[in-house]
């Protein structure tokens, strides 16, 4: 992948797995295989495919201790009940940036932050800015910091 098309082709990646975690999200009966196999690669770039299946697959093998993370930080307050755009950029976020880390923390920010403007509520950006800022100045400073009433506006009722 070429330097200057990196950030494009990881967009659009980050797009398709947004919309494949949502799809597997609201469709619980639907395996990741089959989720996989339906989604629409023949117009997609060989290099955006892969990646975007790889931030599938690894969320979902480890979306466990990736939503651990989140259950840690929303405190009285369950991931079942975030709107699901929002669920879905934090998982990849958490996922990219410290599951795997294989982009800076910032950039997984910014990308999930971006995505939940194209695609979430009006309030979901600053949500997943929020949750995943408080995230990340725990995890460097070593203290839990549980959420406050103001980053649950994002979350659906």
Known sequence: MSKSKMPQRRRRAREIALQLMYELDLRPSLSLAEALE??????ENR???????????????RSEEIDE???????????????????????????????IENVPVAVAISEAVEL????????????VNGVLGRIVRSKRSGVHAPAGEN???GADA
């Open 151 to 153: 980053e649950l506006i």
């Open 38 to 43: 339906m989604f629409p690669w023949e117009n």
């Open 116 to 127: 939940t403007k194209m695609f979430g509520t009006v309030e979901s950006s600053r949500f």
């Open 69 to 99: 993370i989140l259950r840690e930080h929303i405190v009285g307050w369950r991931t079942e009940r975030m709107v699901a755009v929002d669920r879905a950029a934090l998982r990849i976020a958490l996922c990219e940036g410290l599951v």
């Open 47 to 61: 290099d955006v495919a892969d990646y975007a299946r790889s931030i599938v697959l690894t969320a979902s093998e």
